[in-house]
């Protein structure tokens, strides 16, 4: 689970937008890019090159 401070400062490094943080698959997404950023030890791993489609 990531912090809420942690969540409200993060934003997608493509498009400075919002993301969408999905507890159960521990996952960021962003929905203007359809990129997912994966949360690794709690950490999300914000790095554009790192993102996966969103299917
Ligand atoms: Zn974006």
């Known amino acids: ?3 809420q401070k942690l969540l409200d ?4 490094p493509k498009c ?3 993301l ?3 507890p159960d698959d521990n996952e960021l997404r962003c929905n ?3 990129l ?3 949360v690794k030890d709690d ?3 914000m ?5 996966r489609p969103l299917s």
Do not use: H, S, T, W
Request: charged letters at 30%; aromatic letters at 8%; a negative charge.
């Open 43 to 45: 950490i999300p791993v």
């Open 20 to 22: 969408d943080y999905r």
């Open 9 to 12: 400062v993060l934003a997608c």
């Open 1 to 3: 689970m990531l912090d």
């Open 16 to 18: 400075k937008g919002e």
């Open 32 to 34: 203007a890019c359809k």
């Open 36 to 38: 997912v950023y994966a």
């Open 47 to 51: 790095l554009i090159e790192e993102a």
